[in-house]
């Protein structure tokens, strides 16, 4: 079946640190790659998706690269701010359905 | 409103009564999901609507869940004889398209806690 595994949290940082989420994957065929954020008091929103091997998501500073390859889709920003604080969810939708599958959620936590 | 509205945001029941979950979507979008999402665990999908009818219900756990969507806008996601089991944040989603292509928005949840 479907499924994704992403990186257990919690996660901490300082303002303007580095910040990965790994992300993989397990899908037949060549499924849609979805990263969603739930910002504390708000409902899931889209934050960036990928929808072919070798396609990049970026939104807001953060970017994710589909690896076919190594069937992994990581987060990344290279200087995060406490608004980044939020729940991080890796997700996929097979190839021409609708049914988002997701990972477990990271929650980030950016210090001043 | 704009975005997907959800009521109750928060309910308290106890065993064995029945619970309605009502989803305002965003208006004109003709796909609409329902989510539930256990504590510490990713989202998970129970029914799709495509307009008024139910094109996906796999995702329902048993039969003491139902969900309609009479008039292609409004749903309400309907548990029976409501079990501990049950407690968990209820997440609907409406989209003018499928997953695949488009965006789905999300509303805030509605709480759900069986006594």
């Known amino acids: 079946g479907n499924s994704v595994t992403q990186m257990e949290g919690p996660v901490t940082l300082s303002e303007e640190a580095f910040l990965t989420i790994n992300c993989t994957y397990t899908a037949t065929g060549y499924p849609s790659l979805f990263w969603y954020v739930q910002y504390p008091g708000e409902g899931l929103q889209l934050l960036l998706k990928a929808t072919k091997a070798d396609d990049k998501g970026s939104n807001k500073g953060f970017e994710a690269t589909y690896r076919k390859e190594t069937t992994s889709f990581h987060l990344e920003k290279g200087s995060v701010q406490v608004s980044d604080s939020a729940v991080y969810f890796c997700?996929?939708?097979?190839?021409?359905?609708?049914?988002?599958?997701f990972g477990a959620g990271t929650t980030v936590t950016v210090r001043a | 409103g704009a975005g997907v509205s959800q009521t109750p945001s928060n309910k308290v029941t106890e065993k064995g009564k029945y619970v309605e979950l009502r989803c305002d979507p965003i208006s004109g979008h003709t796909a609409l999901y329902w989510y539930r999402q256990s504590l510490g665990q990713g989202p998970e999908f129970l029914i799709y609507?495509?307009?008024?009818?139910?094109?996906?219900d796999s995702g329902l756990p048993n039969d003491r869940f139902f969900a309609v969507r009479p008039e292609g806008s409004v749903s309400t996601l309907k548990i029976q004889r409501t079990e501990r089991g049950d407690s968990a944040v209820y997440l609907c989603?409406?989209?003018?398209?499928?997953?695949?292509?488009?965006?789905?928005?999300f509303g805030e949840g509605s709480r759900l806690t069986v006594l």
């Open positions: 989603a409406s989209s003018l398209g499928s997953a695949n292509t488009g965006e789905l928005f």
């Open positions: 609507f495509q307009g008024t009818g139910a094109a996906d």
């Open positions: 997700a996929l939708t097979p190839f021409n359905d609708y049914k988002l599958s």
